[in-house]
């Protein structure tokens, strides 16, 4: 139905800047809302940042706020993750997500997901 492709993870020193990639194709039109999540080894996978396409809201979990940011551009099905000031504690894999309605901060309740792409912030 939707597939969602993630690029532009890496390895990154601490306090550089790295912007993600997340690019949808197929019935794209059904996707109101999309976002990232992010997934560290041995914790849960965690809300990252969200954008409702109609409104053009954004939300940002709290470990992110303030450092992170989320846009979107629905022209060319395309949402980005700008990534500044970024800690060891940033590394995981970073989710790319889609979902036809819902705004949530449970990953499960999401519809469709990326492959994933690995950020490693350095120290």
């Known amino acids: 139905q939707v597939q969602l492709v993630e690029s532009g993870g890496g390895l990154v020193q601490a306090g550089g800047s790295r912007r993600l990639s997340c690019a949808a194709s197929?019935?794209?039109?059904?996707?109101?809302?999309m976002g990232w999540f992010r997934q560290a080894p041995g914790k849960e996978r965690e809300f990252v940042a969200g954008?409702?396409?109609?409104?053009?809201?954004?939300y940002y979990g709290d470990s992110v706020k303030g450092r992170f940011t989320i846009s979107g551009d629905n022209a060319k099905n395309t949402v980005y993750l700008q990534m500044n000031n970024l800690k060891p504690e940033d590394t995981a894999v970073y989710y790319c997500?889609?979902?036809?309605?819902?705004?949530?901060?449970?990953?499960?309740?999401?519809?469709?997901w990326g492959q994933g792409t690995q950020v490693t912030v350095s120290s």
């Open positions: 197929g019935r794209t039109f059904t996707t109101a809302v």
């Open positions: 954008i409702r396409w109609s409104a053009g809201s954004t």
């Open positions: 997500a889609a979902d036809r309605r819902m705004m949530s901060l449970q990953a499960p309740t999401w519809d469709y």
